[in-house]
């Protein structure tokens, strides 16, 4: 009888047993292609490019349009730390990539070490974006005071696109009352 069962429980084992081996098997065969599709597949880079305001003129503003800024005290670039990045989010490189792109007109990217990645600089001066500008285009936080400094939109300077200047240059604008 023993002999029965045990024989009984041979098939049983085998069908366990190519049932496991198969899922592995399909398991390693999606990793693999997960896999193949991550390591193909390249990070975009941050593009920074001009959008115009109406009340300031050519701006730079991120790749979705959300207006760019600059943090500074009597012109020094300030770090935006502890509370700061809650409220002015640094504008962050994709994981993967190294460089900034920049639209026609932008100039003097680059890219600093920052929490949480690296951070896209402008004329060595870190750029970030403000809480409270909802819509693209918004510049509701130039001549802002707080956190040690001042922010103010990043302004492309120049007259006009036919004199050929596309420099960039930080505005320095007076607080209007925030």
Aim: aromatic fraction near 4%; include cysteine; glycine fraction near 12%.
């Amino acid at each position: 009888m023993r002999r029965l069962m045990a024989l009984m429980c041979v098939p049983a084992i085998i069908v366990v047993l190519a049932a496991c081996g198969s899922s592995s098997s399909t398991k390693s065969a999606k990793t693999s292609s997960t896999t193949a599709k991550t390591s193909s597949t390249t990070a975009a880079p941050a593009v920074v490019k001009t959008a115009t305001s109406a009340t300031l003129g050519t701006i730079l503003v991120d790749e979705t349009g959300k207006t760019v800024y600059t943090l500074t005290n009597n012109g020094q670039p300030i770090a935006c730390t502890d509370q700061c990045p809650t409220f002015w989010p640094p504008l962050l490189l994709p994981a993967g990539t190294t460089t900034a792109t920049g639209g026609a007109g932008v100039t003097g990217l680059g890219a600093t070490a920052a929490a949480g990645g690296q951070q896209v600089t402008q004329d060595g001066k870190p750029l970030y974006r403000f809480k409270n500008d909802t819509n693209p285009g918004d510049t509701n936080g130039e001549g802002i005071s707080s956190f040690g400094g001042t922010w103010h939109v990043v302004k492309v300077g120049g007259s006009s696109s036919s004199t050929g200047s596309s420099s960039v240059t930080t505005t320095t604008l007076s607080s209007s009352g925030y």
